[in-house]
């Protein structure tokens, strides 16, 4: 959209100024595709493959946080001969190899981005590597979409801090009342509401308290700028 449309399109037909919604962001893994459980799978075979059984609760740690973390918190409960470091390449080697099972997409995710750039600017706000993010993107052709494209490189905080929100509204000069976030995770709805920005919930199976989203869907069929409009009017 361009500036001058951008600005007139925060007016009503009566002539007020209300806050217009220009600008959606968002989160990937588990939002726009199902890549959680592959990592969760392949963490737990991992494990068990060296003779230990990682608790499902423990998995999770895997849902909304960067590789880095998770298996620095997972080493800490079970501990292994082997670096972190070289835990998360052999986890990472084994992920990327089903990224590209098409089956993944949450179901109308890559229309509704195609859909949706007609009438918003799009960013990418994820908690994972940048090569990761852009191998998913391309195998979808949503890639030259987003305006703005932040994975765990680009931001000093991972969510649940607000920085990688607080990163993309900067880079995109918007402020927060533009914005509505599409996120998956308690830690990325926290992320959001802690940026000041409305979100929608991607197959939130119970609303987080805290950080509960405006509206929660199961995929992607039937959002679009009226269903955006119907929702954030005001």
């Known amino acids: ?6 600005v007139l399109a925060r007016f009503t037909v009566s002539g007020y100024l209300y806050p217009m919604v220009t600008t959606l962001l968002f989160d990937l893994d588990g939002t726009l595709v199902d890549t959680e459980e592959i990592a969760i799978a392949v963490t737990a075979r991992y494990f068990k493959a060296r003779g230990i059984a990682v608790t499902d609760r423990d998995l999770k740690i895997l849902v909304g946080h960067p590789w880095t973390p998770a298996v620095a918190h997972l080493l800490e409960r079970y501990p292994l001969p082997l670096s972190a470091t070289q835990v998360e390449g052999e986890l990472l080697a084994d992920y990327r190899k089903e990224l590209l099972d098409p089956k993944i997409e949450i179901p109308g995710s890559s229309e509704a ?3 949706l750039a007609n009438d918003y600017r799009l960013a990418l706000v994820s908690g994972s590597y940048r090569s990761d993010i852009l191998l998913l993107l391309n195998s979808l052709q949503i ?6 494209i932040l994975g765990c490189e680009d931001y000093h905080a991972s969510k649940p801090s607000p920085v990688p929100y607080q990163s993309a509204m900067k880079a995109l000069s918007v402020n927060s009342k533009e914005c509505v976030v599409f996120e998956d995770s308690f830690s990325g709805l926290q992320s959001a509401k802690a940026a000041g920005i409305k979100t929608v919930g991607v197959r939130v199976d119970s609303i987080p308290e805290g950080a509960a989203p405006a509206i929660t869907i199961r995929d992607f069929h039937s959002v679009s700028k009226t269903w955006l409009d119907s929702i954030f009017r005001d």
């Open 1 to 6: 959209m361009a500036v001058v449309e951008l």
């Open 113 to 115: 981005i195609r859909r």
């Open 143 to 148: 890639m030259p979409y987003f305006s703005v």
